[in-house]
């Protein structure tokens, strides 16, 4: 091997090694009160001390997993959940967070505001905003599609494909980041007769033609 493979296999090694696997939160800081099948959801996790924070996906009620590439970003299913009739999108996202014995901390959710751009460019109107009004309860699981965020002006389209950004970020009392942590939601639409892309149309005429010349061959041999 090379030296510059070496090299190349030694930053893909330490970029793998900074980025920690995602985890399970156990009770009381995960599931939420009240909430069934919600146990295993994944989380992308960072602590600093007593102090956490921590976002993950799941299906909305079909599962508490969803695909993911084991670190920060995970796969939505698009469209409606159509039996329960509440209008929810596929998949929904869940925060959990202590700030201990910090009383004057705070914490700040962050949700992209144009989730077709697959980057931070700026948080939805409701947000970054104290999550002081759900008391104790530092943890819950929400839906893009709930009546908040709508009259809130985030416009999500659970049918379009998307890519979201979270971000759940814990400040001391003087504006200094204590932990932080990322997650990315992307959806893909679904498409009942995909066009071919014109590479792949010059591919299948290829592939045709060798078949057409093939079949030639074997009738004069």
């Known amino acids: ?21 995602l985890v399970t939160l156990s009770p009381p800081d995960w599931p939420p009160a009240g909430s069934s099948g919600l146990e295993t959801v994944l989380f992308n996790l960072d602590e600093n001390g007593e102090i956490f924070v921590a976002l993950g996906a799941h299906g909305y009620k079909n599962g508490p997993l969803l695909p993911n590439n084991g670190f920060s970003d995970f796969v939505g299913a698009p469209g409606i959940y159509l039996p329960d009739g509440a209008g929810y999108a596929n998949w929904s996202f869940d925060f959990s967070y202590n700030l201990g014995s910090c009383t004057a901390c705070s914490v700040v959710l962050s949700i992209d505001s144009d989730w077709t751009t697959g980057s931070f460019s700026g948080s ?69 007769n995909p066009i071919p892309e014109p590479g792949t149309l010059a591919l299948v005429g290829i592939g045709l033609l060798g078949w057409g010349v093939a079949r030639q061959r074997a009738r004069k041999s």
């Open 124 to 192: 939805a109107p409701l947000y970054p905003g104290a999550l002081s009004a759900f008391g104790l309860a530092h943890q819950d699981s929400w839906n893009l599609m709930m009546s908040f965020f709508v009259a809130g002006g985030l416009n999500f389209d659970p049918n379009q494909t998307s890519s979201t950004d979270f971000s759940l970020v814990a400040y001391d009392p003087n504006g200094g980041v204590l932990a932080s942590t990322e997650i990315n939601v992307s959806v893909t639409a679904a498409t009942s």
């Open 1 to 21: 091997m090379s030296l510059r493979s070496l090299l190349m296999v030694a930053v893909a090694s330490i970029s793998f090694s900074a980025q920690a696997a």
